[in-house]
């Protein structure tokens, strides 16, 4: 039992391999078709909501940043009680920034080569092979800031994952062996404190999605089961200590 979270520097590939380690593992597969169900469920623009997990405020100028930054607590706070479940395989939905501290939760990047993954763009998209390339550089450097303006992580860290394959070096299909292969190491094995770190990130994430719907500068931290609410005030930060029980 455990969660996989795969990223890529090339969406198409992300995708595939994605899909293929949930099909081989028999998980749950979480992605962005669970987006409309988002909406649904916080009443919001489906349409806002998935540009919103695309683009910064700056570029993404019909969503105020208050309002950009509350989506994407909605987003968060969904995949991360969908999480509790396990046994899933999560792809594009950003959880590879925000899914800390969380053991049994495999964070595998993939990275997809400059042959392999200007391929891909040009089969899935349909453009030349100049366009790819052109395409892929841009995607790369747009996620990068919005990993940075969203979660102030640069996703681009390979530090940050704890399996990185590099697709010029490895088949997918080997990738896939590789990735689902390591579902069998201890470390990632559902464990008492490992589900509890789990449990407080869906608990904060829950508040923090409350409360921002009228409040903003904001941090939510919770650990066994109680809450702690960090508010700007007069430039400092001022500690609103709460449990679970209030009405969340």
Known sequence: MSIFIISSDAREIEENIAEKVAEAMGYTFLNRGTLAAVAAKYQIDAGKLSEAIETTPSLFKKLPARQWRYYLACVEADVLENLMADNIVCQ???AHL?????SHAMKVRVLSGNRRGIQAIVEKRGISLQ???????TELLQRKKWSLAAYNYDETDLTR?????????IDPAEAVKT?????EYRKFQVMTYSMK?????A?????NSALLQSMEDIRVQARDGSVVVLTTISNSFSSIRATASFGF
Request: some cysteine; charged content about 20%; overall charge negative.
């Open 92 to 94: 594009g939905l950003a």
């Open 98 to 102: 925000y899914v800390t501290g969380v």
């Open 131 to 137: 366009k790819a390339e052109k395409w892929l550089a």
């Open 161 to 169: 994952y704890d399996l990185v394959i590099n697709l010029d070096q």
């Open 179 to 183: 990735i689902t292969g390591a579902a």
């Open 197 to 201: 770190c789990l449990s407080d990130l």
């Open 203 to 207: 608990l904060a994430a829950k508040v």
